[in-house]
């Protein structure tokens, strides 16, 4: 996640991000694995992550299925049609993405993108990837980063305010970069009180007082789900 080439080609992919490691280290990276006779290998989800480059470990020359697919509608419209049609949407929805071979890579915004890999019919050996996730260097952004799906691990809470801490303390001293005449009084408040409500909104995740949790859809039961909690009826968030 950290070598600077693999930054730096992966930033001029997005045009005009700058990528860094996502804060939340326990979430640098991550190994799916996928076995035949899986009828799913990753439900249709959103990533708790604003960015994510997925590297295919394995051969799948001889793979049938572990087809990953993403839903080309905004989030929303994706769900209701997964709901609408038990999980099998209609291919003129999809997009099918085919990794060029073993070590081939596939960079997404997996926060904005409905996507899921399909089951497994037979393979000769798992389908194994492995995911690095990234982020903006850029504190101002829309905050893709997800406290609840990491709630339940033993790193989450601390690592979870020290992302929101760092994007407060960012925003403050950006004032002094350089980059702007010297600010007035309202300015130096203003932007306080921009960082204040990082750190509000960090305390109130982690009390529960507001949720960030995102939907999935359960194919085995055919219903939409928070992770690491039980699917509930999509109409209820």
Not at 9 to 26: A, F, K, M, R, Y
Not at 163 to 172: D, L, P, V
Not at 201 to 225: A, C, H, P, V
Request: glycine share 6%.
């Amino acid at each position: 996640n950290r070598c600077p080439r693999v930054l730096q080609h992966l930033s001029n992919i997005t045009g005009d991000v700058e990528l860094i490691p996502t804060t939340l280290q326990s979430n640098y990276s991550h190994t799916n694995i996928g076995y035949a006779n899986m009828t799913t290998v990753d439900h249709f989800h959103r990533d708790s992550v604003p960015y994510v480059l997925i590297l295919l470990a394995s051969d799948m020359t001889n793979t049938i299925g572990g087809e990953l697919q993403l839903i080309e509608r905004q989030h929303e419209e994706a769900f209701r049609l997964i709901e609408q049609y038990e999980g099998k949407v209609p291919k003129e929805f999809v997009r099918s993405t085919d990794y060029l071979g073993s070590n081939s890579c596939v960079f997404m915004q997996g926060c904005r993108i409905v996507h899921g890999v399909t089951g497994i019919e037979s393979c000769t050996e798992p389908r194994i990837t492995v995911v690095n996730s990234y982020m903006s260097s850029n504190p101002f952004v829309v905050d893709h980063t997800r406290y609840d799906t990491f709630r339940k691990e033993k790193t989450g809470a601390l690592e979870f305010a020290m992302h929101k801490m760092w994007r407060s303390y960012s925003q403050i001293h950006d004032l002094g970069s350089g980059k702007y005449p010297w600010p007035t009084v309202e300015q130096v408040v203003e932007r306080l009180n921009k960082s204040i409500e990082e750190l509000e909104q960090s305390r109130d995740l982690l009390l529960e007082k507001q949720s960030d949790r995102i939907l999935f859809y359960d194919t085995n039961k055919k219903q939409m789900g928070f992770f690491d909690a039980s699917p509930v009826p999509l109409n209820k968030k």
